[in-house]
């Protein structure tokens, strides 16, 4: 008799705060206004609503032209994923699929279809309901494979608006320059004025390059970051399913499964040096046997 009790669904993950960036953004806020005070300058200097208008205003108008309406509206929804995290790890995957695999196991397949219902994941709940309906491998792997490449297809144009909007602001800003200076011209008369408007004007291009460097640039960096992390947790959903689908012992869907938890220590761990002593003992050991056939 199949088991119906269904397996633990793994909780949908909440969005988080992310600390890197909001302490980030802080900082390098903080760090530009506290060294322009302690130079004698005053937070009024660099506050120009026309200049913010310019910049801003250019900036977004020529990203709207370079980007279709449906790619600008998807990557202004993906902007709080730059300030908040979904936490949700390779390891709390793999406890799910290792759940699912041990039920289908002792009861089949058939046995996962009301636990598939439950499950929060897009991705992986369409996943397995195509493998509980019966879907031939091959095709249901090249299927899933499609979704992640057009996912990911479009977290690189979403982010690539950000990188846009990145490049356009130092451009803008040195334009809001040039407009300031243009006012200050017509009043050559007048030499202090004269001084107090150039200041004015080059803030436009502080507001450009500050808005890149600080905001759009880092912005499109941490999407993709987000992006490679969801694609790697993809694959691996992908990688459970077809050895749910197999039947493989849960223990080796595990083994499989905890080297995408692994690999991101890996690199970590590895240490240049051991590495690079190693071809030398393997020149050592396959210099003697050719030395002994010349001999």
Same mark, same amino acid.
């Given at each position: ?5 269904? *397996? ?7 969005l ?18 506290? &060294? ?21 205003? &250019? ?11 449906? =790619?600008?509206i +998807?990557? *202004?929804?993906?902007l709080?994923? =730059? /300030? ?7 390891? #709390? ?5 290792? *759940?699912? *695999?041990?039920?289908?196991r002792?009861s @089949? ?13 897009? /991705? ?40 846009? %909007? @990145? ?5 803008i ?26 200041? =004015? ?8 390059? &500050? ?16 992006? +490679? +992390?969801?694609?790697?947790? +993809? #694959? ?10 197999? @039947?493989?012992?849960p ?10 938890s692994?690999?991101?220590? %890996? ?29």
């Amino acid at each position: 008799m199949a088991d119906k009790t269904p *397996a633990k669904p793994k909780k949908k993950s909440g969005l988080k705060p992310d600390l890197a960036t909001c302490c980030g953004l802080l900082l390098a806020i903080g760090g530009i206004l506290g &060294g322009l005070i302690l130079e004698g300058g005053n937070l009024k200097d660099v506050a120009q609503i026309t200049a913010a208008m310019i910049v801003l205003g &250019g900036t977004i108008g020529a990203v709207m032209v370079t980007t279709p309406v449906g =790619v600008l509206i +998807r990557a *202004a929804k993906k902007l709080p994923l =730059v /300030f908040l995290d979904r936490q949700e790890s390779a390891s #709390e995957v793999t406890e799910e699929i290792i *759940a699912y *695999a041990t039920k289908a196991r002792k009861s @089949g397949i058939v046995s996962l279809e009301q636990d598939a219902a439950a499950i929060q994941d897009p /991705f992986l709940k369409k996943a397995l309901e195509l493998a509980i309906d019966g879907m031939d491998l091959n095709e249901l792997r090249s299927m899933m494979e499609l979704e992640i490449s057009l996912e990911e297809q479009h977290g690189e144009e979403e982010a690539k608006v950000y990188e846009a %909007a @990145g490049g356009y602001a130092p451009t803008i800003g040195i334009i809001g320059a040039v407009l300031g200076l243009i006012q200050v011209m017509k009043h050559l008369e007048n030499i202090e004025e004269v001084g107090k408007g150039i200041a =004015v004007a080059f803030v436009a291009t502080v507001y450009g390059v &500050g808005s890149a460097n600080i905001l759009f640039l880092p912005a499109a960096n941490k999407l993709k970051a987000r992006l +490679r +992390r969801t694609i790697h947790l +993809r #694959e691996q959903m992908l990688e459970g399913v077809v050895g749910i689908v197999e @039947g493989l012992n849960p223990k080796l869907i595990r083994s499989k499964l905890e080297a995408y938890s692994r690999h991101g220590q %890996a690199s970590k761990a590895a240490k240049p040096g051991k590495a690079a002593k190693a071809p030398k003992a393997e020149a050592g050991k396959e210099a003697a046997p050719a030395a002994a056939a010349s001999n």
